[in-house]
């Protein structure tokens, strides 16, 4: 079974860094782009980017390219989200997801990012 | 960026119903679209990919059409596991793009 459990998320300030992981298992994670997704309390959906199954290429949603930075360890079958100075309108449920060729099949259940002083 | 407008973005339906929601495209995305579906509290889940192909396990009454601008989701028979928010996705050209979503619930 396919699952992408992600972590990190939680209450920070304007300006502050914030990592977020998304561990998967169920699947031969090197075999498979992975990107992040996030869903505002409004319920919008933004894409964010997305990354190579070797992490060799990464492609971003061009608003959030310079403070937003997606990186993968297949190793330890994880994917990461960097953030750096974070803003109040990034505050949003972050999800990992699978990106075989074709959109996205799976979705973590999300992690939670609030930004606010 | 290629802009997905769906609509209605808000339905009231009954069980049994046909259900038809449209999402449209600023511009040719061919027929890389999927619909997911969530609902509340869950994270969402893909049923059609390539506009028109079913995941597996997907119940038979969900039907995706479309190509180019214009994509439809129908569901034949609405049952009452099927309230949820529908998402149209674009991954014709980056960046994706999602549409808004279009609500549905039972009366």
């Known amino acids: 079974e396919v699952q992408l459990v992600e972590s990190g998320g939680g209450l920070v300030q304007p300006g502050a860094s914030l990592k977020l992981s998304c561990v998967a298992s169920?699947?031969?994670?090197?075999?498979?782009?992975m990107g992040w997704v996030r869903q505002t309390p409004g319920k919008t959906m933004e894409w964010i980017g997305d990354?190579?199954?070797?992490?060799?290429?990464?492609n971003y949603a061009p608003s959030l390219k310079n403070r937003f930075t997606i990186s993968r360890d297949n190793a330890k079958s994880t994917l990461y989200l960097q953030m750096s100075n974070v803003r109040s309108e990034d505050t949003a449920t972050y999800h990992c997801t699978r990106r075989p060729y074709g959109g996205f099949d799976y979705w973590g259940q999300g992690v939670m990012v609030t930004v606010s002083a | 960026n290629t802009v997905m407008t769906q609509s209605p973005t808000f339905m009231f339906t009954s069980v049994g119903d046909r259900v038809t929601m449209s999402c449209k495209a600023s511009?040719?995305?061919?027929?890389?679209v999927g619909w997911y579906q969530q609902k509340k509290g869950q994270s969402p889940k893909r049923l059609i990919y390539?506009?028109?192909n079913r995941d597996t396990g997907v119940p038979d009454r969900f039907t995706g059409s479309g190509s180019g601008t214009e994509f439809t989701l129908t569901i034949s028979n609405m049952q009452a596991e099927d309230p949820a928010s529908y998402y149209c996705?674009?991954?014709?050209?980056?960046?994706?793009?999602f549409g808004g979503g279009t609500k549905l619930e039972l009366k």
């Open positions: 996705l674009q991954h014709n050209s980056y960046p994706w793009t």
């Open positions: 169920g699947f031969t994670f090197s075999d498979y782009w």
């Open positions: 990354i190579k199954y070797d992490g060799s290429y990464t």
């Open positions: 390539w506009a028109s």
């Open positions: 511009q040719n995305v061919g027929v890389n």
